[in-house]
């Protein structure tokens, strides 16, 4: 198979800069890997310029998205009767500042520590822990929750309250 002549061919076609693929088909009754192989034995390491990079091909430009406003999808090549036109999705409001924690103090009742906390008294904390003002509310809870009326109304947020706030954020 691998005859002197064969190999000869092979050294000057491989030299020249053809690819295996090229050098099998004029060589005949080989295949590609045949070549690879024979090419690796034989040691042949240094090549030509290959023929196929005679002529650069064109660079194609590379498509970037618009910077302005949101796509939905990318609009289409082609038939125009079947491009999507992309729908600008409006700008979300800027989301509402967070305000600050309220303090509510009860006039009727000192506070408590949490050594006198119980199922009885309200556990929200006022003031700063580690300090010695830091103290709980200790107002009679409301019923079911662990704080008093004033404090749960700040702790718990109406369901539909919750909604509106997070579709302003989402959007």
Known sequence: MWTDERVDLLKRLWTEGLSASQIASKLGEVTRNAVIGKVHRLGLSGRGTPSRTQHARPRTKTRQ???????TQFPTLGATALQV?????PEAPPAPQPQPIRQVYSSSNEGVNILQLSDKTCRWPVGEPGTDSFHF??????????YCDKHARIAYQPL???RRIKARGAA
Do not use: M, N, Y
């Not at 998205?65 to 796509?71: D, Q, R």
């Not at 036109?85 to 999705?89: D, K, L, S, T």
């Open 137 to 146: 509310c200790g107002c009679a809870p409301k019923s079911g929750l662990p």
């Open 85 to 89: 036109q992309p729908e600008a999705v």
């Open 160 to 162: 539909q309250d919750r």
């Open 65 to 71: 998205a618009p910077t302005s406003g949101k796509i």
